[in-house]
């Protein structure tokens, strides 16, 4: 009933950026809050940034000073400005979103990721 489409990744240097966007579409009737999430290989997923309906916004210790996120409300859509990338960056990263498909029922649904390589 929604989905999660994301672009942005790609191949950077260390100390380079790039803006990754993923905007929700379908039954959209709130949205709850909306994310990011990275996993590398071996490795959990784990969030790297979030904003929820209120504007609140969480980042991981990893990430602060570096990532912004932020979001369009009337388009849907979030984004997550890297800069100063690092190595360590390296992922999948992964869009989030809890939303209500209907007046009373909510999922969590996933973006189908977008890698992000820093490498030299």
């Known amino acids: 009933q929604v989905q999660l489409v994301e672009s942005g990744g790609g191949l950077v240097q260390p100390g380079g950026s790039l803006r990754l966007s993923c905007a929700a579409s379908?039954?959209?009737?709130?949205?709850?809050?909306m994310g990011w999430y990275r996993q590398a290989p071996g490795k959990q997923r784990e969030l790297v940034a979030t904003v929820n309906a209120g504007g609140g916004i969480d980042y991981a210790d990893s990430v602060k000073g570096r990532f912004t996120i932020s979001r369009d409300n009337a388009a849907n859509t979030v984004y997550l400005q890297m800069n100063s990338l690092k190595p360590e960056d390296t992922d999948v990263y992964y869009c989030?979103?809890?939303?209500?498909?209907?007046?009373?029922?909510?999922?969590?649904?996933w973006g189908q990721g977008t890698q992000v390589t820093v490498s030299s």
């Open positions: 379908g039954s959209i009737f709130r949205i709850i809050a």
């Open positions: 989030n979103g809890r939303i209500y498909h209907s007046e009373t029922a909510w999922n969590e649904y």
